[in-house]
């Protein structure tokens, strides 16, 4: 799903400056699955998206989800989506045990934020509604009681999420006099978040909704802190990386997690083979070594796009010169006319927007060349 209204999370994971690239590694786990019938044990999370809410909640009154308000308006729950959650599949899942007792996961959460994403476009109490049918539907009781009572506990807790954030403001900006991140504001905030956590949900709950989030947090703090060890010399940090994934648990944390690490000799050695000009046969098996089989096709597919708008930028650019070169035989209006109409022969109304700024780009490459 797209365009999702969501805040800055309270968590550590913004420090990762290479967050936008790592989101190429995620698993293909992560696409939204329609849950129609409810599961049974066993059944394996599928993926470990951190995904976070927007803070209207924290504008609103609670509107406690009851029977009798999904009931009156939404049979299935799933009836007149709002725009941004239209054409998509429901995220999460519901599971119960032989007794139909609720199994919280993390895949529960999903299912409560893919449907709270789309505060802004329907009333809090709206979605409320939608949630509650859309869990009667297909789930059971006990267990469907079960999953609406820990909905309302987990926008209760979202709602009380900013206050934190509010006292702490962005950790990112409140760096040290040496421009280093302030690991014990960081910490005195996790725990203020862990003791938020603590007075809406039991540890199983705790544990099932944020422990991969929290594994990425540890994480995160353990680069930083290795970063900014002024002791250490650029190797020695590199082994403490390294020492400190190997003893990570052997689950899909991890296996993202070194996924992550692993970019950056990536990057390196992308640039490098293709100064070489490597095959894209190489590149991909370069690639499927560090960051796996799916990452590496989608890697590739990067590169097959770009060589496609290098190919037509190139056109654009030559014809553009012949038209402009033209322009003494005829008004600049004219010319700008036909390259404007070039433009949209050639290129979508993204690419468009992409053209001053890859000239530029092209142009400082040229010159910065022997």
Do not use: C
Request: aromatic fraction near 8%; hydrophobic fraction near 35%; charged fraction near 25%.
């Amino acid at each position: 799903m797209s365009n999702n209204r969501r805040p800055i999370y309270v968590s550590i994971a913004i420090i990762i400056v290479t967050a936008a690239v790592i989101l190429w590694f995620k698993p293909d786990g992560d696409d939204k699955k329609d849950t129609n019938a409810t599961q049974t044990l066993p059944a394996v999370i599928n993926s470990e998206d951190n995904a976070s809410l927007s803070t209207e909640l924290a504008t609103g009154q609670t509107a406690q989800a009851t029977t009798t308000s999904s009931q009156s308006t939404f049979v299935t729950g799933l009836e007149n989506l709002p725009r941004s959650l239209k054409g998509t599949q429901v995220d999460g899942d519901i599971i119960i045990d032989e007794n139909k007792q609720l199994v919280v996961t993390e895949g529960l959460r999903r299912l409560f934020d893919y449907f709270l994403s789309a505060l802004g476009e329907e009333e809090e109490a709206v979605i409320f509604a939608r949630v509650e049918s859309y869990i009667r539907q297909h789930t059971p009781e006990p267990a469907a009681s079960q999953a609406v009572a820990i909905f309302n506990q987990y926008v209760a807790y979202l709602k009380a999420l900013p206050e934190i954030e509010k006292r702490y403001g962005n950790l990112q900006l409140q760096a040290t006099k040496s421009g280093e991140l302030d690991l014990n504001a960081v910490a005195q905030q996790r725990q203020d978040v862990a003791n938020l956590r603590q007075q809406y949900f039991d540890k199983p709950t705790i544990t099932a909704f944020f422990g991969a989030e929290d594994d990425y947090d540890d994480y995160s703090i353990e680069m930083v802190k290795i970063n900014q060890n002024k002791q250490m010399s650029d190797a020695q940090k590199q082994a403490a990386r390294q020492n400190y994934i190997s003893r990570l648990p052997n689950n899909a944390t991890k296996e993202s997690i070194m996924q992550q690490a692993n970019l950056g000799e990536l990057m390196a050695r992308t640039e490098q083979m293709k100064a070489r000009g490597a095959t894209p046969e190489a590149l991909y098996n370069m690639r499927r070594d560090l960051v796996g089989a799916p990452a590496a096709e989608r890697l590739a597919q990067v590169d097959r796009e770009d060589a496609n708008f290098d190919q037509r930028f190139t056109q654009y650019e030559t014809q553009k010169q012949r038209l402009l070169s033209q322009s003494a035989d005829q008004t600049q209006t004219q010319a700008q006319v036909q390259i404007n109409q070039l433009e949209q022969q050639l290129f979508n109304d993204t690419e468009r927007k992409r053209l001053d700024g890859y000239a530029a780009l092209q142009q400082q490459q040229a010159t910065s060349t022997p």
